[in-house]
């Protein structure tokens, strides 16, 4: 599942040949946003699924991104349209860079659900925080495909 699709028809000449030819590019491009590290990864994937095991409850905080930062993303890829016609990485980046300010959003608003041994190791009640580490490890990679 994408998280947008567009739709481009040709009216004419002028620009049309670098709009094709950009619309061409950019599919040869992959955005990947994310965790790239082993360790926050594993605490990615055990928040957002859980973990029986160690009492670590589901919080999806991910799996919502995509329809939370679909406006959003396709308001400013649009509003970048006219600059990025020569670089199709830097266009795709933007969106990039939305969902991931959308998965900060999501760890940052959490609600205070932690256990009241939690809160106590801890010293404060934030459901995906605890040193920062993982909300500031979220990046965004762009690669030819």
């Known amino acids: 599942m ?3 699709s567009a739709k481009v ?3 004419g000449r002028g620009e049309s040949k670098k709009l094709i030819r950009f619309v061409q590019q950019l599919s ?3 955005v990947q946003v994310g965790f790239f590290d082993a ?5 990615a994937a055990a928040n957002e699924y859980g973990v029986v095991d160690e009492n670590v409850p589901e919080r999806s905080f991910m799996r919502p991104v995509f329809k939370q930062a679909q406006g959003r993303a396709m308001r400013r890829f649009a509003g970048t349209l006219s600059r990025s016609l020569a670089n199709p ?3 795709m980046l933007v969106v990039g860079d939305v969902v991931r300010e959308q998965i900060q959003q999501n760890i940052e608003d959490w609600p205070a659900d932690n256990a009241p041994a ?3 190791k801890k ?7 605890e040193t920062g580490d993982m909300h ?3 990046q965004v990679r762009a690669r030819k495909r």
């Open 118 to 120: 939690t809160v106590r």
């Open 9 to 11: 028809e040709r009216r």
């Open 136 to 138: 500031n490890a979220v």
């Open 2 to 4: 994408g998280l947008f």
């Open 123 to 129: 010293g404060f009640n934030k459901g995906l925080i």
């Open 89 to 91: 990485k830097a266009a």
């Open 28 to 30: 040869e491009v992959e």
């Open 39 to 43: 360790e926050n990864t594993r605490k």
